[in-house]
């Protein structure tokens, strides 16, 4: 079963066992899902879903900055609350060690060797990264280890 399709089963589960919070959350996830389709008229795959959910849960993590930062500790929660819904369908994240691994092998792949090369870097981990690590702090360690 695909991703999308788990997603919408989980909408129905959560309809019948009366999870206001998680059946709005669920619906706004299908929604950014069929916003996507509509629009560029096609199909999501895993990996496009993944893509949507990314987004989601960066939306979340600065949304929870921003109500923290303004004393709004009620939507602060509801966010979290949000968050740790859309994170449940979320790859299973790697640890420090595995991206580690993989930077050294791609490093390695690429032929990397001075920080000009971080783009061929970047292209062979992504993919492979792709909603199991954020990309930011990946780019900062395969920073230090070509610089």
Do not use: H
């Amino acid at each position: 079963m695909s991703l999308k399709d788990t997603i919408t089963e989980a909408v129905k589960a959560s309809m019948k066992a009366k999870e206001k919070q998680k059946t709005a959350t669920l619906r706004l996830i299908t929604s950014a899902i069929k916003q996507i389709e509509v629009d560029e008229r096609r199909e999501l795959d895993d990996d496009d879903v993944i893509t949507v959910l990314m987004k989601m849960v960066k939306q979340r993590r600065e949304s929870i900055e921003q109500f923290t930062k303004g004393n709004r500790s009620d939507l602060a929660e509801v966010e979290e609350a949000e968050l740790e819904i859309i994170k449940a369908y979320m790859p299973e994240p790697l640890t420090d060690t595995e991206i580690d691994t993989l930077i050294e092998k791609a490093i390695a792949d690429s032929g990397a060797e001075t920080i000009k090369d971080m783009g061929k870097v970047m292209g062979i981990l992504k993919p492979q990264l792709q909603g199991r690590a954020e990309m930011g702090p990946v780019s900062g360690k395969i920073k230090a280890k070509l610089g």
